[in-house]
């Protein structure tokens, strides 16, 4: 087999590596592995062509490697893996609020809700009938409070307690017949 089309298909494997190492987590392994192919296509390409065809070849691998890398990360968010890590709607579905484009729990911002567990400072909230983990602004917010969404960061959602001053009504109240969470620092043994 020629070494020129050695060179050419180990570099066809490292680029195809190194666009499934963007997509499937592997702790770096196909990462490592799409470096030594590149390495080795290089190596070969010096090797066949001597050092002026080495050089051209590494100039243009030196170009086409960041290409492939930023082509994989634009394209990155929109693969279940990267909607997942994300915390993007699993079915890419996103509603347009206000000329932007919002996921879901990007538009938890400003609503109310009421603390479904005792918040030091994280625990679950009651946002519109569904349960959410959240955390407080640093204060403990006692079971039942009303809450108010702060801002919503990746996959956490920041709340503060929501005061009776301000307008409007929280949306949710806990009742008492619904199950409640146990407080986790409560001493199980009698």
């Known amino acids: 087999m020629d070494l020129w089309l050695v060179a ?10 190194l666009l499934l190492e963007l997509f499937v987590p592997s702790a770096g392994l196909l990462g490592f592995l799409s470096t030594s192919a590149c390495i080795a296509s290089i190596v070969v390409v010096f090797v066949a062509g001597g050092p002026v065809a080495g050089a051209t070849y590494l100039a243009a691998v030196a170009l086409v490697v960041p290409f492939l890398v930023m082509a994989g990360l634009r394209w990155w968010p929109h693969t279940p893996l990267g909607r997942r890590i994300l915390n993007l709607d699993p079915n890419g579905a ?23 567990s005792k918040m030091l400072p994280s625990g679950a909230v009651l946002i519109d009938g569904v349960t959410y983990d959240a955390v407080s602004e ?4 006692e079971l039942g409070e ?17 005061r009776a001053s301000e307008t409007g009504a929280p949306s949710v109240r806990i009742d008492s017949s619904e199950p409640q969470l146990e407080d986790p620092f409560q001493d199980p043994l009698p």
């Open 94 to 116: 996103s509603s347009d609020i206000g000329g932007g484009t919002l996921t879901a729990w990007q538009q938890l911002k400003g609503r109310t809700g009421t603390a479904k």
């Open 146 to 162: 009303p809450i108010i969404v702060q801002f919503v960061e990746g996959n956490r959602i920041v709340v503060r307690p929501y």
């Open 138 to 141: 640093g204060m403990p917010i």
């Open 8 to 17: 050419v298909l180990l570099l066809v494997v490292a680029a195809a590596l």
